[in-house]
């Protein structure tokens, strides 16, 4: 195991050692060594993922390919590696299986609705990557045209970057091209001892000149794959298992760290300073639309939620939501209810005690939400409305577009593939509307009587 814990450390390497010379390439032993002992390592280790197939050798020595298709293959890696991007393996396994059942192709996939694709990637966050998914089968498929089999025809595809265009290429058409993702820089990082950042765009092309140097012509799914499964599994950023490790022994990290109390395995690469994320507030209001004007007949059958859906663009865009504001500063329950009802007005005309009664109002509770980039403290309220003569503008107007709002009972809204902070706001509710119910059934104590 590297040494990874001290309690003294001196000065940090020096500034040039700390880059090294990565025009250095690894030499051919070394070159050749690595391929050998990481596929040799792969071929024992590899985990099983419901995405991953492997070419090994026949008995006369040729490549065989577990999977009959080829396309179908690069459709199942494109699904598996856009999913993984900011989602650890196993909240991804579920995911892909369900999508796999439901768009087993390329083909199927085209025939989806945006609707269809955000519910069935609801929890999983970074809905951009549904949205590309989509619109890159849409696009493949109106072309009439095969799946892109080079990464040049990949990057055309929306949503596909060089990494992805290598994943797809090497694993599913064999070409023999590099793939670089965190895992890979770490694991390159420490094979040539290079400290720099990572993020720096001289770096990252020599990491993806050191990547394609690697690749094992004969296998470049496999071994792209090993260099990834290596980083994911044994060369982590934290607590590395060194002794493990099928290429310790071409390792420079490893043994600068031998060779100087100084150094750690884990100094390759420079740590990065996520940038800060901001602070912002939003006020969320569930509404119900009642039939009845009693609060004590409120319930699931004679009560519809009020969602709309999010603009095309930006953040969460074209998902569902309920009636929400977001603000720059904290703002105090009056200017939130304000601004509200500002919103309701404005998009459905929903303006009372003129064309509708307030049942209720409540103030639900609040939470975080977090965010890549933005931390967001959500004010959540119950607004229980009553529509004046049984019908109003917001089922008759031709201005507001029916395809951006819904008015579903409960059920229907539990069934919905909703973002997790949506969901949460919708739980909240719930609980707040049992634990209501619960305290009004509970009969009052009698007085015990004076004796």
Known sequence: MAKTNKTKRPQLIKQEEQIGDIEDLFSEEDTHKIRASLLEWYDKN?????WRTSTKKSENGENVQEEEEEEKRAYGVWVSEVMLQQTRVQTVIDYYNRWMLKWPTLQHLSQASLEEVNEMWAGLGYYRRARFLLEGAKMIVAEGSEFPNTVFALRKVPGIGDYTAGAIASIAFKQVVPVVDGNVVRVLARLKAISANPKDKTTVKNFWKLAAQLVD??????FNQSLMELGATLCTPLNPNCTSCPVSSQCRALHN????????????PMKVVKAKQRNDFSTVSVVEISRSQDRSQQTKSNSRVLLIKRPDEGLLAGL???PCVTLDEEADLSMRRKLIDQLLKKSFKLNPPKNCNVISRELVGEFVHVFSHIRRKIYVELLVLHLKGGKHVLFEDDDINATDWKLLDSEAVSRMG???SVRKVYSMVQKFKQDRTSNNSVPLRKRPKCS
């Open 418 to 420: 909703l973002t997790s």
């Open 320 to 322: 569902w939501e309920f």
């Open 217 to 222: 012509p004969s296998r470049p799914g496999d």
């Open 257 to 268: 760290s031998r060779n100087d109390e100084s150094v750690m395995v884990m100094d390759y």
């Open 46 to 50: 590899q985990r099983d993922l419901p």
